[in-house]
């Protein structure tokens, strides 16, 4: 029975789904976790350590409060909409993904949910949902504080989705693809794209960290001025899957770093640098993808323990006025370096 | 009043080399020394004449020093302090004092730690320890009794010895 291969295709798929919740479900609290302890050694403070060994369980501590709080509804609210919102912010994340290549093949189990060809696409499309669960999570909540955060973000998302998708133009032009274990495979054989290309890498890690809502472009929830923006209505485990749809998001778009920019599952030496035919390089992959992922994520927390919020119109005059051009700039660029290249 | 705005270069302008700049010292940071105290492990050093609970004292003879004179009731600014003197019957073998507090009721909730009833006191019977950790889940057990308050004070090293000498 184990031999059919209709019967083996269904165990990978739900293997490859458990995989997937794992790794997010494991990664998403820790990082948390790791924000907090960072945040606090880069402020000359010691962070949460009393839970556990150094708090290694400080995640399951927070998560069972979150649990236990009152689960409000307010009575201004409109409920469909309100109770959707967090559901949406979520979502997208665990779908992306699907697309995204987290070790090269387990066995004859290649690693990756969906290898379909518009993957990049796919992932860029859904990246732009976030934004309606937390306009909505705005517009639903019926009061300013939320409304304004809202409408920040949305401005803010749309503005820099621009960017975003501008800034891989130059990639896929290189490597002929939107499937990204194609674009993994083109730089187990050529090398990192960040090295040949920095400046879209920069462009997009920018934008993304504008997309992720995080410092310093977290304008949607800004403390001081709306008290915390879209999420203020929100208590118990809608405001927690809001948190954990926040993380997710990060994770996301680390992953989606490690695998345009920094060579996805590969090292660049053998045997790390093409698709694992041993179990155990196969497993050495995944470990490799997951320790790139956690490195951008560090990379996120960083910078947000260390610049402070733009100006909303600091905010838009760098995404409008610098980054596309910029953008636009390296797509002419990186045509014409390849156009050469193919004519000579 | 005209505010000058200083000239940005380009690399100013740019904003990356300041990013860069802060990254390595939160960078820095990371390892550096601490400066968390992880209290109820690790308590503050305290100065020397801190100001923290009032207890009452005993002499080296054992004997309960206050005399009840309830000057400390009468100084106590937030009127914290109650005492109910009653007579001190065979325990002083020196004739020379007639009263003892029967209970000295300290309510920790109005305590305002000015350590007016310490100077107050004539018998140097009542004295501030460094306690500050009074805390508890009522306002009844926020009243620090007789007994509560000699077993927190102890015995004082006393080396004026005002009874003996009378």
């Known amino acids: ?301 960083w910078v947000r323990w260390t610049v402070p919020r733009f100006r909303y119109d600091q905010l838009m005059a760098l995404g409008w006025k610098v980054l596309l051009p910029l953008a636009l700039v390296n797509i002419l660029v990186v045509a014409g370096i390849l156009a050469c290249k193919a004519n000579l | 009043m005209i505010v000058e705005r200083p000239k940005l270069t380009f690399w100013d302008r740019i904003y990356m080399p300041q990013i860069l700049k802060g990254l390595w010292i939160t960078l820095k940071h990371i390892p550096m020394k601490r400066f968390t105290r992880q209290y109820p492990e690790e308590k503050p050093p305290l100065p020397e004449r801190y100001r923290g609970v009032p207890t009452l004292v005993r002499d080296p003879d054992r004997r309960v020093k206050c005399v009840a004179c309830q000057l400390c009731e009468f100084v106590c600014p937030p009127t914290a302090i109650t005492v109910v003197p009653g007579d001190r019957a065979g325990i002083c073998s020196d004739g020379n004092v007639e009263k003892e507090p029967e209970d000295f009721i300290i309510d920790m909730g109005r305590c305002i730690y000015c350590g007016l009833c310490q100077e107050a006191c004539p018998e140097e019977a009542i004295f501030l320890k460094k306690d500050y950790a009074m805390a508890s889940y009522s306002r009844e057990q926020m009243k620090l009794h007789k007994e509560k308050l000699l077993e927190m004070g102890g015995i004082h090293d006393d080396r004026i010895c005002k009874w003996k000498k009378k």
Not at chain 1, 38 to 61: E, K, S, T
Not at chain 1, 142 to 169: D, H, T, W
Not at chain 1, 190 to 205: R, T
């Open chain 1, 1 to 301: 029975m184990w031999n059919d291969p209709v019967i083996l295709e269904w165990v990978f798929i739900v293997v490859k789904i458990g995989v997937i919740f794992g790794l997010l479900l494991t990664i998403v609290p820790y990082t948390v976790l790791a924000e907090r302890r960072i945040c606090a050694w880069m402020q000359d403070r010691v962070g949460p350590n009393r839970v556990g060994f150094q708090g290694v369980l400080q995640p399951i501590a927070d998560g069972l409060k979150l649990m236990f709080k009152e689960d409000m509804l307010p009575d201004h609210v409109h409920k469909v909409l309100f109770t959707l919102a967090p559901a949406l912010v979520f979502m997208p994340s665990l779908m992306i993904l699907a697309v995204i290549p987290w070790g090269s093949a387990i066995g004859p189990m290649k690693c990756v949910l969906s290898d379909m060809n518009a993957g990049m696409l796919f992932a860029l499309a859904l990246a732009s949902f976030t934004v309606y669960g937390i306009a909505l999570a705005g517009w639903s909540s019926n009061s300013k504080y939320p409304f304004l955060g809202g409408v920040r973000s949305v401005a803010q998302m749309i503005s820099y989705e621009v960017c975003l998708g501008l800034s891989l133009v130059p990639i896929f032009m290189q490597t002929g693809s939107l499937n990204l274990g194609v674009i993994v495979g083109y730089q187990t054989q050529h090398g990192w794209l960040a090295l040949y290309n920095p400046l879209s890498c920069f462009i997009f890690i920018t934008s993304v960290f504008a997309e992720c809502n995080r410092t310093p472009f977290d304008l949607a929830e800004a403390e001081q001025e709306l008290v915390s923006g879209y999420n203020i209505e929100y208590s118990s485990l809608k405001f927690g899957l809001f948190y954990l749809g926040e993380y997710a998001n990060m994770m996301v778009a680390s992953a989606l770093v490690t695998t345009l920019f920094l060579g996805g599952w590969s090292l660049p030496f053998a045997p790390f640098n093409a698709p694992a035919v041993h179990i155990w390089v196969g497993l050495a992959h995944v470990l490799i993808f997951v320790a790139k992922v956690c490195s951008v994520l560090f990379l996120f927390i």
